[in-house]
C-alpha cells in the first residue's frame, strides 16, 4: 500500500512544480494530484502541455517520489449532453497525460446531478464506453468516488454502478470524509467492495445526523445541501477502529495496488503540521490495525 499526500493545501501558496519537493519534505514517498489550475483543472479541458508534464516529472524524480495518482474531476456523468461529450474529450487528454507521467491509477467523481439520476447513469455509462477501451489498453486503474451530491452518494450502490461497467480496470474510491452521506456501514461497504477497493482518502468529518438532526442547521429547512468537512484525524466522528480495520480484514493494507490518501482540506494555515500529523497518525493505525489481524 502506498501513503500519499494531497497537495491541495499548498495549492495558494506552492507552485506545480514545487508540489514534490513539498511532499517529501514532509516525509511522505508519495503525492496524489487533484484538480489543479495549472493541470486538469475542475471540469475544463487539462491545461499541461507536454512540455509542463516533463517538467514535472522531472521534479518527482528530483524529490525522490513517486505520483501514485492523478484525480480529474470532469463532468462525464453530465445529463447535459454537450458538456458531456467535451468531459469525455478532456478525460482522453487526462489519461494520456498520466500516462505520460508513468502514473497507472486515476480516481475521480461520478460526476452527475442527484436530481437527474436517471439521465445521469445514461450519460455515465455512455461516456465508459467510450474510453473504457482506451483506459484497458493504457493499464489504467479507474476508480470512483460516490461523492456527496452526485447522482450516486451511497456506497453499496456506487458498487453496482461500478459493477455495471463490467471491467478488472475499474474500482471504488472510499472517502472518509464522505461515511455519513454513504448510507450504508462501512464495513458493509468495504466487504461488498472487496479487492475493487483500491483507494481511500483519510480525513475526518462531523455526522451531520447527529443530535437528531439538528447538529447543523440551514435555513430554509429541507434545503438539499450536503455538510461535511475534511478535518485532520481525530477532530471528528468517524470511527478510526473501524475504519482501518475494515481494510485490514478486507486485505488492502496488504496490496501493492492500494493508495492511502491524506486529504484534509480544512487546516491550510497550519499544513505542514497537519500532513505531518497525518502521516504519523495513519502509519499508527495500519500498525494497530496489521498487529488486530495477525492477533
Do not use: C
Not at 5 to 27: I, Q, Y
Not at 276 to 292: D, H, P, T
Amino acid at each position: 500500500m502506498k501513503i500519499a499526500l494531497d497537495p491541495t493545501p499548498f495549492h495558494h501558496s506552492h507552485g506545480l512544480l514545487e508540489f514534490p519537493r513539498v511532499v517529501a519534505d514532509l516525509g511522505y514517498k508519495y503525492m496524489q494530484l487533484t484538480p489543479h489550475p495549472d493541470f486538469i483543472p475542475f471540469y475544463n479541458h487539462p491545461k499541461a502541455d507536454d512540455a509542463l508534464v516533463a517538467a514535472l516529472k522531472k521534479a518527482v524524480a528530483d524529490a525522490g517520489i513517486e505520483i501514485a495518482s492523478v484525480l480529474p474531476v470532469l463532468r462525464w456523468s453530465g445529463p447535459d449532453e454537450d458538456a458531456r461529450e467535451a468531459a469525455v474529450r478532456y478525460w482522453k487528454r487526462a489519461i494520456q497525460i498520466a500516462v505520460d507521467l508513468g502514473v497507472s491509477t486515476m480516481n475521480t467523481e461520478f460526476s452527475g446531478r442527484p436530481e437527474k439520476a436517471e439521465e445521469s447513469e445514461r450519460a455515465f455509462y455512455r461516456s465508459m464506453e467510450e474510453l473504457l477501451p482506451i483506459i484497458e489498453r493504457e493499464g489504467i486503474d479507474l476508480l470512483i468516488d460516490p461523492h456527496p451530491d452526485d447522482f450516486v452518494e451511497e456506497g453499496l450502490a456506487a458498487i453496482r454502478m461500478i459493477r455495471g461497467v463490467n471491467s478488472p480496470n475499474v474500482g471504488l474510491v472510499y472517502v472518509a470524509s464522505h461515511s455519513f452521506h454513504m448510507a450504508d456501514d462501512p464495513l458493509a461497504i468495504m466487504r461488498a467492495a472487496g479487492d475493487k477497493l483500491r483507494l481511500v482518502h483519510v480525513a475526518d468529518t462531523m455526522d451531520h445526523h447527529a443530535s437528531h438532526g439538528l447538529r447543523y442547521i440551514t435555513n430554509p429547512p429541507g434545503n438539499p445541501v450536503r455538510v461535511h468537512q475534511h478535518l485532520k484525524i481525530g477532530d471528528g466522528d468517524v470511527n478510526w477502529e473501524q475504519f482501518f480495520g475494515g481494510l485490514a480484514e478486507i486485505g488492502f493494507l496488504d496490496r501493492e495496488d492500494t493508495v492511502m490518501v491524506s486529504s484534509v482540506f480544512a487546516e491550510d494555515d497550519d499544513a505542514e503540521n497537519v500532513s505531518r500529523y497525518q502521516l504519523e497518525a495513519m502509519s499508527r493505525f495500519v500498525a494497530q490495525a496489521g498487529e488486530k489481524k495477525t492477533s
